[in-house]
């Protein structure tokens, strides 16, 4: 079955610095990778998604993420971060079967000034 | 475009009592699904509809939790009898529906349940 990976539980980067949040995740073939964002009191919001094609996808609000199939990675970036990005991220997987996703269990982002 | 309306925004009651969520997602999205979210966790599916049927509850504990789509609109989740572990964010999302690997979930804001 598959399964994703957040390593980092919590970071905190200083407000214009790059950002890297990791995820990993578990599928034989060619999964469909998302990530999304969760402010406090909002829903989960749809930053990016990747199925096939180019391994470096740009999603919304700056955000970019890769596909390494060899590392079975698809981590999330941004290069300089605003104090609106604090939020949780998650990064979610389906298989080719269209089954409902898979989520990770997030990793907090938080901003300083 | 309205969202994904969920209601209550919070309830709290005690182990045993029973409870209702309720959840209307946008405006033809023949997909509904309830997730479980618990504090430090990523949401967890708890059934999937298409329409008015069920597509995946194979993570519901249909011993006490419970959930329905009449007519293939608003939802409603029930558990009964609540116990401690319940507590949790529940989350609605929805989606058109006509494919199930490519199209986007639009998710509500919850509810937090608290199970004393």
């Known amino acids: 079955a598959q399964s994703v990976t957040q390593p980092d539980i919590h970071i905190t980067v200083s407000e214009g610095a790059s950002l890297e949040l990791r995820c990993n995740y578990s599928?034989?073939?060619?999964?469909?990778l998302f990530w999304y964002v969760q402010s406090p009191g909002q829903g989960l919001q749809l930053l990016l998604k990747y199925f096939s094609g180019d391994t470096l996808v740009q999603g919304i609000k700056g955000f970019e993420a890769e596909f390494k199939r060899s590392q079975s990675s698809f981590n999330l970036r941004k290069p300089s971060v605003h104090w609106s990005d604090a939020a949780e991220y998650f990064c979610?997987?389906?298989?080719?079967?269209?089954?409902?996703?898979?989520f990770g269990k997030g990793t907090t982002l938080s901003v300083s000034s | 475009e309205a969202g994904v309306a969920q209601s209550p925004r919070y309830k709290i009651i005690e182990k045993r009592q029973s409870v209702a969520f309720w959840c209307n997602p946008i405006s033809g999205h023949a997909t509904l699904y309830w997730y479980q979210q618990i504090l430090g966790q990523g949401p967890k599916l708890l059934i999937q509809?298409?329409?008015?049927?069920?597509?995946?509850d194979s993570q519901l504990p249909k011993d006490r939790f419970s959930a329905e789509r009449l007519k293939g609109v608003d939802s409603t989740l029930k558990i009964q009898p609540a116990k401690l572990e319940d507590s949790a964010v529940y989350l609605c999302?929805?989606?058109?529906?006509?494919?199930?690997?490519?199209?986007?979930?639009?998710f509500g804001s919850g509810t937090q349940l608290s199970v004393l």
């Open positions: 979610a997987v389906k298989d080719q079967a269209g089954t409902a996703l898979i």
């Open positions: 999302a929805s989606s058109l529906g006509r494919d199930r690997t490519n199209e986007k979930l639009f």
């Open positions: 599928y034989g073939a060619t999964p469909y």
């Open positions: 509809f298409q329409n008015n049927g069920v597509v995946d």
